[in-house]
């Protein structure tokens, strides 16, 4: 029971994810990734697919996300 639990609860998280569309920018970068991209070098900071187009990031071609 308490797996079956478990795995619901990372369902839940990972359908609440991938809804808000959420990508990855780095302090000076001009593109969004996704969290695996190879070409993210350091930090990078999480913040929502909309957000990031509002301040004018665009799409890693790299890592080609949403």
Known sequence: MK????LLI???I?????????VY???TGKKY?????RTIKGEAYQ??????KE??????KV????
């Open 47 to 52: 913040i929502s697919l909309s957000e990031a």
């Open 25 to 27: 920018i780095t302090k």
């Open 3 to 6: 797996k079956i639990i478990m």
């Open 14 to 22: 990972s359908a609440n994810l991938i809804a808000q569309n959420i």
């Open 63 to 66: 890592c080609k996300p949403y």
């Open 10 to 12: 990372i369902f839940i």
């Open 55 to 60: 301040k004018g990031y665009t799409a890693c």
């Open 33 to 37: 990734h996704l969290q695996n991209c």
